[in-house]
């Protein structure tokens, strides 16, 4: 299962908690076959079939092959001054590798 980090947390946060975002939103990752990478957007809520990850109180909403996609990976963040974040995945967990337990 994808995982958040401590940083990833606080930028969905920010995200979500911003004037005119509904109270349940949380950060949807898809796939697109034909651009070849992930799409990250806040919505809502989760669509049918989608992996809901709760960390913390914020919510990220994974399509069914990104789930599949990201297992024993992190979602980590950059959070600049104005609040921009730039999303990262990376190989692991706190320096596991993927596959091992944690």
Do not use: C, Y
């Not at 898809?30 to 049918?48: F, K, Q, R, W």
């Not at 963040?77 to 337990?101: K, L, Q, S």
Request: aromatic letters at 2%; zero cysteines.
């Amino acid at each position: 299962m994808l995982t958040l980090t401590g940083t990833a947390v606080e930028a969905i946060r920010i995200l979500t908690t911003r004037p005119g975002v509904p109270e349940d939103s949380g950060l949807r990752i898809v796939h697109h076959d034909s651009a070849g990478g992930l799409e990250l957007s806040i919505t809502p809520g989760p669509d049918a079939g989608d992996q809901v990850i709760e960390t913390d109180g914020v919510r990220v909403f994974l399509q069914t092959k990104v789930a599949a996609m990201l297992g024993g990976r992190a979602l980590n963040a950059e959070i600049a001054e104005d609040d921009d974040v730039i999303f990262r995945i990376t190989g692991a967990p706190d320096g596991a590798e993927p596959g091992t337990a944690g």
